[in-house]
């Protein structure tokens, strides 16, 4: 009996000890970039808002969990994901459970979302659906790197920034559905409400690249399609 209770009990430290490692907000909006793919110390840095020492030590609390793993390309560190279904699953539960559970956050989400009342918010499901029934044009609006790491397969690569000088380029006669980083980022949400002030129909894809790899659906990486 002591010999199981002392299995159990470290089963459990080792458990608590890799949540301790995602434990923090910096930390699991790292993991969220990762999520779109390897990025740089610098790029995560940038992408985050944070100093460059402040993501390098985040990362390596990430990296003595072995949930990241870095390759030195250079003169840069280059970071990834260890098993990025894993990872991304993990943050997609934490992500579903603050959604269900934790009433601040459907409020701020609410909250936020209600400056854009004319963005409409779709699943992967009906997504599926709706191209069953008209043909869509899927964009991808997170950076071109993002993009070229993995995409949904068929999407356009349109960042958020290219957009107003891009438009030209969009069929009007087709409805157009925008995604970014999962549910919550704001691309997607700021891509479609500019879209639909232009006059096309638009609408947000909720789920984005982490939730599908974390899922095992297939991703485009380049000119490759791959299960995740």
Known sequence: ???????????????????????HPRRLELVDLLCQGPMTVEQLAQKSGMPFASASQHLQHLRMARLVEGERQGSYVCYRLVDDAVTCDLLA??????????????????????HYRDVESVDLATLRERMRQEPLLLIDVRPAEEYAAGHWPGAWSLPLEDLANRLAELPRDRAIAAYCRGPYCVLAV?????????????????????EWRSRGEMIAVGDEIRQT
Do not use: C, K, P
């Open 1 to 23: 009996m002591d010999e199981a209770r002392h299995f159990q009990t470290f089963v459990y430290e080792r458990l608590a000890r890799l949540a301790s490692a995602v434990a």
């Open 190 to 210: 700021h891509a479609v409400n500019f879209l639909r002030q232009q006059g096309f129909r638009a609408f947000r894809l909720i789920e984005g690249v982490g």
């Open 93 to 114: 539960a934490l992500q579903r459970a603050a959604a269900r559970y934790d009433a601040e956050v459907r409020a701020a989400a609410q909250g936020f979302l209600q």
